[in-house]
């Protein structure tokens, strides 16, 4: 089946600890894109990607890191520089970038501060 | 600012109530309204995109309207399992293709 897989769906952080979210897509789509979801909040862009090799900075950037090497591929790392790290953390995907391009949900990972 | 207003936060309803949630917007030169579902733990579930005011669009017990200002997801006879919460976004002219997303309404539908 077609789809967005996210793992792991928990993980933990000690502090001074970088960490990296998976994110496959199977779908073929050209845009990728990292959400944070906080209580009460809207879902807030991270990064974004519209094409291998090229990604920018989404509203909440500060402490976190992208690769695009790979089409299906765009893992997220946690660096030890987020103090607040712990979020619901979603990626998605989209044929290309535009308001007729649905984006689609991996199920999510929970991040912890240990 | 650019921003999504989703009310109420949350909503009760008994099995067979029917109601709506709002998601208001202050964005200039729209280019499309999403509404999505989104169950506990999990990722947001595409529903509906509108694109121009007018615009009605309609899934078994859901029916999204688009106003210049905003949109309601109008909810006929409801069931429990149609319990979630129901989250908003929008993009516009110069939101260089990224979305902004309100903040969900969470619906809780008691048998």
């Known amino acids: 089946d077609g789809g967005i897989t996210q793992s792991p769906k928990y993980l933990f952080r000690k502090e001074g600890q970088n960490v990296t979210l998976s994110c496959e897509q199977n779908?073929?789509?050209?845009?990728m894109y990292w959400y944070r979801q906080d209580p009460g909040q809207g879902l807030r862009l991270i990064y974004y990607?519209?094409?291998?090799?090229?990604?920018q900075k989404g509203d909440i950037a500060e402490g976190y890191s992208v690769s695009r090497e790979k089409k299906e591929s765009f893992p997220l790392t946690v660096t030890s520089a987020q103090k607040n790290p712990t979020a619901f953390y979603l990626c998605?995907?989209?044929?290309?970038?535009?308001?007729?391009?649905?984006?689609?949900f991996g199920a999510g990972t929970r991040l912890s501060v240990l | 600012e650019d921003q999504v207003t989703q009310s109420p936060e949350a909503l009760r309803l008994q099995e067979g109530e029917s109601s709506s949630l709002n998601c208001s917007y202050t964005?200039?030169?729209?280019?499309?309204l999403f509404w999505y579902r989104q169950d506990p733990g999990k990722g947001p579930e595409f529903l509906f995109t509108?694109?121009?005011?007018?615009e009605e669009k309609e899934k078994e017990r859901l029916k999204a309207t688009l106003t210049k200002k905003e949109s309601f997801l109008h909810i006929t006879a409801p069931k429990p399992e149609d319990s979630a919460t129901y989250l908003c976004?929008?993009?516009?002219?110069?939101?260089?293709?990224?979305?902004?997303w309100g903040a969900g309404t969470k619906l809780i539908i008691k048998p």
């Open positions: 998605a995907s989209s044929p290309t970038g535009g308001a007729r391009n649905i984006q689609y």
């Open positions: 779908l073929n789509h050209d845009a």
């Open positions: 976004a929008v993009e516009y002219r110069d939101s260089n293709y990224q979305l902004i």
């Open positions: 509108l694109y121009s005011a007018g």
């Open positions: 964005v200039s030169g729209l280019r499309g």
């Open positions: 990607s519209q094409i291998v090799n090229d990604f």
